[in-house]
């Protein structure tokens, strides 16, 4: 039980539980003769106790009581958010090292969504064998309202519409985001922003593979909006000295209708598979050392074989290395 200013929360995960409490004086958990001692994790089988200073300790490192998840507010949707990691945390310490679940917000389109769904389940299948399959959950949007939002240009409702999902996801125990389409990274601060859970953002695993074989100028495919707004390239430019190129305007409009016109639909065809080779090739004359598939949509109509130099597919990167970080691992950009 939470006992904050004017909230108070009930926290359980499944046969674990566990009671702590919270005082609103200096954003810190209650010390001395105004609480318990100790914090009780139990389960079925048996009960230890966790003394408070460990719980103050860890909620400081964790940052639970940053302005984000701090009780203080008043709000109760804040301090659900706090108890649900704090929880997290205790029912690690309690248990020992577990899969973090991980909050996918996907259907945009599903076709994407649904080799993010495949490569994860395999991936944590081949590591850990058996019949194992990942802790996830995912918030699938409806495309066709998303679709139409983005081509309006409000970026504020898909905003919030994000915002929203991740919030969603949280609530339901998912220990760190994963967006599953690179345009809608567009927000991806907002929604790191309103969360108090990792977000994992696809371009920068996508950029340390590109690093890491000692490449630097890439050429990147995507929707009008990656290709043309700064949100992405900038990233890429910024946090990791990339040099960034993208397709003229016809060969940018030439992969952006293929998308929205074919490959969210799950239409592939072999002369669109051509297109994609020619703009491909012209970003190498241009001297492009690689290419970024930078939509999650991309890896379905074209592989390594149609291009002549390495080819960085972002869906499944962004899958593995989110397996990674579910199975035990540290996403050096996550706080």
């Given at each position: 039980?939470?006992?904050?200013?004017?909230?108070?929360?009930?926290?359980?995960?499944?046969?674990?539980?566990?009671?702590?409490?919270?005082?609103?004086?200096?954003?810190?958990?209650?010390?001395?003769?105004?609480?318990?001692?100790?914090?009780?994790?139990?389960?079925?089988?048996?009960?230890?106790?966790?003394?408070?200073?460990?719980?103050?300790?860890?909620?400081?490192?964790?940052?639970?009581?940053?302005?984000?998840?701090?009780?203080?507010?008043?709000?109760?949707?804040?301090?659900?958010?706090?108890?649900?990691?704090?929880?997290?945390?205790?029912?690690?310490?309690?248990?020992?090292?577990?899969?973090?679940?991980?909050?996918?917000?996907?259907?945009?389109?599903?076709?994407s969504s649904a080799e993010y769904y495949r490569i994860i389940n395999q991936a944590v299948r081949q590591r850990l064998g058996g019949v194992h399959s990942a802790k996830c959950l995912m918030w699938s949007m409806d495309f066709g309202e998303i679709e139409r939002?983005?081509?309006?240009?409000?970026?504020?409702?898909?905003?919030?519409?994000?915002?929203?999902?991740?919030?969603?996801?949280?609530?339901?125990?998912?220990?760190?985001?994963?967006?599953?389409?690179?345009?809608?990274?567009?927000?991806?601060?907002?929604?790191?922003?309103?969360?108090?859970?990792p977000l994992h953002h696809i371009a920068d695993p996508t950029a340390r593979k590109i690093m890491d074989v000692g490449l630097r100028r890439v050429g990147l495919?995507?929707?009008?909006?990656?290709?043309?707004?700064?949100?992405?390239?900038?990233?890429?430019?910024?946090?990791?000295?990339?040099?960034?190129?993208?397709?003229?305007?016809?060969?940018?409009?030439?992969?952006?209708?293929?998308?929205?016109?074919?490959?969210?639909?799950?239409?592939?065809?072999?002369?669109?598979?051509?297109?994609?080779?020619?703009?491909?090739?012209?970003?190498?004359?241009?001297?492009?050392?690689?290419?970024?598939?930078?939509?999650?949509?991309?890896?379905?109509?074209?592989?390594?074989?149609?291009?002549?130099?390495?080819?960085?597919?972002?869906?499944?990167?962004?899958?593995?290395?989110?397996?990674?970080?579910?199975?035990?691992?540290?996403?050096?950009?996550?706080?």
């Open positions: 039980m939470v006992a904050g200013p004017r909230s108070c929360a009930r926290a359980a995960h499944h046969e674990t539980q566990l009671s702590f409490s919270v005082c609103g004086k200096k954003n810190r958990p209650m010390t001395g003769s105004d609480a318990r001692s100790s914090v009780s994790v139990g389960t079925l089988a048996r009960v230890r106790y966790v003394p408070i200073a460990d719980i103050e300790q860890r909620a400081r490192k964790t940052q639970l009581w940053s302005s984000k998840a701090s009780p203080l507010c008043g709000c109760r949707e804040a301090t659900a958010r706090m108890v649900n990691r704090l929880r997290r945390e205790l029912v690690r310490t309690s248990k020992g090292d577990v899969m973090k679940v991980i909050g996918l917000i996907g259907g945009m389109s599903w076709e939002l983005q081509h309006d240009g409000d970026w504020t409702t898909l905003t919030n519409e994000m915002v929203a999902a991740a919030r969603r996801l949280e609530s339901g125990g998912a220990d760190f985001i994963v967006i599953c389409t690179n345009t809608m990274h567009r927000m991806a601060d907002a929604v790191s922003d309103a969360i108090s859970i495919l995507g929707t009008a909006f990656t290709m043309e707004q700064d949100f992405y390239k900038r990233r890429l430019a910024e946090n990791f000295g990339l040099d960034v190129m993208v397709p003229d305007d016809q060969d940018r409009k030439t992969v952006h209708d293929i998308i929205y016109k074919e490959l969210v639909a799950g239409i592939v065809r072999n002369s669109s598979r051509e297109a994609y080779r020619k703009v491909i090739q012209r970003l190498v004359d241009r001297g492009a050392e690689a290419i970024i598939m930078g939509c999650t949509e991309i890896m379905l109509l074209v592989s390594q074989t149609d291009s002549g130099v390495p080819v960085f597919d972002t869906t499944e990167i962004h899958a593995l290395t989110a397996v990674d970080i579910a199975l035990g691992g540290r996403d050096p950009e996550l706080p």
